[in-house]
Nanobody, 121 residues
Framework: QVQLVESGGGLVQPGGSLRLSCAAS????????MGWYRQAAGKQRELVAT???????NYADSVKGRFTISRDNAKNTVYLQMNSLKPEDTAVYYCNAAIVRSMLSVPYDYWGQGTQVTVSS
């Protein structure tokens, strides 16, 4: 089995910062793209940021310049540094990873359980 475990969510004031982490564990041969998505109450899940194995990144326009995604391939971990947080960033944040479980397998999408981020004064 494969698990993605997120941590680092919480309550922060507007303008503050949080750092999310997501560690993949289990039977893993390799990990392709990793990313973060979020879902606010009453809205659809949306992409926040993605990062390839080689470190190429992609961001939603709403977070460009404020959020930074990074990964540690040796630890099978992806991070999301969130600065200058706004109330509209409030959502449940989900980690995603395209994981290959063996040499003969194809990548399969795995999701974390989600971590709540609340930006409020």
């Amino acid at each position: 089995q494969v698990q993605l475990v997120e941590s680092g969510g919480g309550l922060v004031q507007p303008g503050g910062s949080l750092r999310l982490s997501c560690a993949a564990s289990g039977t893993i041969f390799s990990i392709n793209a990793m990313g973060w998505y979020r879902q606010a109450a009453g809205k659809q899940r949306e992409l926040v940021a993605t990062i390839t194995t080689g470190g190429s990144t992609n961001y939603a326009d709403s977070v460009k310049g404020r959020f930074t995604i990074s990964r540690d391939n040796a630890k099978n971990t992806v991070y999301l540094q969130m600065n200058s947080l706004k109330p509209e960033d409030t959502a449940v944040y989900y980690c995603n990873a395209a994981i290959v479980r063996s040499m003969l397998s194809v990548p399969y999408d795995y999701w974390g359980q989600g971590t709540q981020v609340t930006v409020s004064s």
